[in-house]
């Protein structure tokens, strides 16, 4: 199937569950990330569309309309929306820079997040995950030097691991625990750690929010 028509496909299902304003965002992640990747891939998209939204998400429902929309007839699907998402993405550009600069509130919360959630673990599952994020950075788009303190933080908890990252990249590291997360415990188990651990950290009363991190 042509790019344009798995485009259209996954639009078509987006589109039936969120606002122009949040579709555009996932239509983007799942273009750039999943595009090329095989279909079993379906799924780790689905679990960073959870983690980046806000709201419940019937998850199996869509994960239905999506399998349907990219294996029915293509007439069935919206228009190409190539020229709408490369017009969200050349607004974005200028946002995108603001949030790539190191930022030590953001970063304060990051680090509550993370030990919020390693609280909810058994010590192997907590070593289980260190290790899957440790081996899964190459997504971050940092330089090797920063991959290296990252990859120490991510085994050994300690360091200034994520001192040089922006809100952007704080964000792709919380994601990957995430997906770390669904592969070791599944996405309903994951959820739920997720949602419990932000709540903690709400009730610290942080300057930063952590649902900004999500």
Known sequence: MRLSLRRRAIYTGLAGHFSDEEVWPLLALWESKYAEQPPFALNEFLAEVVLRTER???RARLYREL???????????????EEQLAAWRQGRNEAVRQVA????????????????????????????????AAGNLSGMGVSAEVSTRL??????GAGDGIASLGLEQLRKLLNLLYIG???FLGPVRADRILSQAVSRVEQQGVAFSPRRLL
Do not use: M, Y
């Not at 399998?67 to 929306?81: I, K, M, N, R």
């Not at 990859?151 to 050994?156: A, H, T």
């Open 56 to 58: 419940k998400v019937e």
């Open 67 to 81: 399998v349907g929309a990219l294996t029915g007839a293509p007439s069935q699907l919206l228009p190409d929306p």
């Open 101 to 132: 600069t190191p930022d030590s509130a953001a970063q304060t919360t990051f680090l509550a997040l993370n030990q919020a959630l390693l609280a909810q673990l058994d010590g192997a599952q907590q070593s289980a995950l260190r290790h899957f």
């Open 151 to 156: 990859r120490i933080w991510c085994e050994q």
């Open 181 to 183: 997360l669904c592969e």
